[in-house]
């Protein structure tokens, strides 16, 4: 039996288009503090306020973008929102002050969360259901090796070049989305709709959430504070450790394991379902977390980075498969906007917590902390999905 093509032209321009927003995501994400430190006279506290306010952005336009995909097409929100990622992108250079900062920061902000609504949605469809899982995983892969490439580019830039070559450079990375969705092709319908329908939205909890999407969210939300950790701290732990000049290399470890992995984890996925990958991968995450807990050498600090590679990077895109194949044909682009939503959340909420709790406590029993939360993740995901998965497979 043949199998269905994965590797399109459109599934190749989605994740591309997918990369490089996350590129300039993550460009920004690193550089944006120092700059607001820096260059615009702010506070550690305002500095973060940079971060929150892209995030609180994307978060609320999200649930509205599924309903503008259903009423104006996949295309159209991707494109719509795209040039409005690049007008934000070219405004970077004019603001001279924190607060003029913030506002675009918003915008951006808003983009950001229509175009990766859109591009989840397209993927959903670009992608064959028999190669659903292993297609995810491809593409949830342009996001993290994102995450590698985008902080080192933006700070090798900014310490070298300086901020208008950062800027400059931000706004060529969102060009490159643009021209990647440009190419992509969809089989929808276009239909004539009033532009003022655009802002005649639905605000009852069903049209702005998809709840068959919301208990695997959820599970994603739950462990997405504990990325949040490793986002914020862990080349911070590295100093203390006094092995910073390895930090850097933390998440290229952790994106070589994914390349690694990822032919074979979607693979099974697809074949022997969720639970095959979803409980051994808590697991593997659990144990990454207690290795980076106790590590005293880089080599050990690496290996942990592995490990977690292979943990979350392996759940992250499982459970966004699992939003997408629980909701009905036409919700699909709603699921994205809720699983992201709720991830998002996990994301601004962890890095809160996580900053309070390291206050009280050293970096070694954080993370030691953190591996037996993410191992209590075991009986998060059962009783939240897991019983639900048992009970469909029972009745087919």
């Known amino acids: 039996m043949n199998k269905e093509p994965l590797w399109t032209k ?28 820096q260059s615009l006279g702010g506070s550690s506290a305002q500095a973060g306020l940079l971060t929150t306010f892209f995030l609180i952005s994307a978060i609320i336009v999200r649930p509205f973008a599924g309903q503008w ?20 992108s070219l405004l970077y250079f004019f603001p001279d002050t924190l607060g003029m900062m913030l506002a675009v920061r918003f ?25 659903r899982g292993e297609g995810m995983g491809y593409y949830v ?36 989305a643009v021209t990647a969705g440009l190419v992509i092709h969809t089989d929808e319908q276009k239909q004539s709709v009033p532009v003022v329908s655009i802002f005649q939205l639905k605000f009852n909890l069903r049209d702005l959430f998809e709840f068959s999407a919301m208990p695997i ?26 092995i910073g000049g390895v930090a850097s290399y933390f998440f290229v470890v952790y994106a070589v394991v994914l390349l690694m992995s990822r032919p074979f984890t979607g693979r099974w996925f697809d074949r022997y379902g969720a639970h095959a990958i979803v409980y051994p991968s808590i697991l593997m ?29 392996t759940l992250f895109p499982s459970f966004q498969t699992i939003a997408i ?28 917590i996580i900053g309070w709790a390291v206050t009280g406590m050293s970096f070694s029993t954080l993370y030691l902390s953190c591996s037996a939360y993410v191992a209590a993740g075991l009986a998060v995901y059962f009783l939240l999905q897991g019983r639900r998965e048992q009970k469909n497979r029972q009745t087919i």
């Open 285 to 313: 995450f659990a144990a990454g977390m207690f290795v980076l807990s106790q590590t005293e050498t880089a080599l050990v600090f690496l290996v942990a980075a592995g490990m977690i590679g292979l943990g979350w990077g």
């Open 69 to 88: 995909i259903e009423k104006f097409g996949k295309k159209t929100v991707l494109i719509s929102s795209q040039v409005i990622f690049l007008g934000a």
């Open 10 to 37: 459109d599934f190749i321009s989605v994740s591309a288009s997918n990369f490089f927003l996350f590129v300039a995501f993550y460009f920004l994400l690193v550089t944006m503090p120092v700059y607001a430190l």
């Open 325 to 352: 194949q629980e909701a009905p044909p036409k919700k699909k682009a709603l699921a994205t906007a809720t699983f992201l939503s709720i991830y998002d959340l996990g994301i601004g909420a962890g890095s809160f």
């Open 141 to 176: 892969m342009s996001t993290n090796l994102a995450m590698v490439i985008g902080p080192f580019l933006g700070l090798t830039v900014m310490q070298s070049l300086g901020n208008t070559a950062m800027f400059a450079i931000n706004a060529a990375i969102a060009c490159l």
């Open 107 to 131: 915008i951006h902000g808003i983009g950001f969360g229509m175009a990766t609504t859109a591009t989840g949605a397209m993927v959903a469809e670009i992608i064959p259901g028999s190669r």
């Open 217 to 242: 969210a959820l599970v994603g939300g739950f462990f997405s504070i504990i990325y949040a950790s490793l986002l914020s701290f862990v080349s911070v732990y590295a100093e203390e450790l006094h």
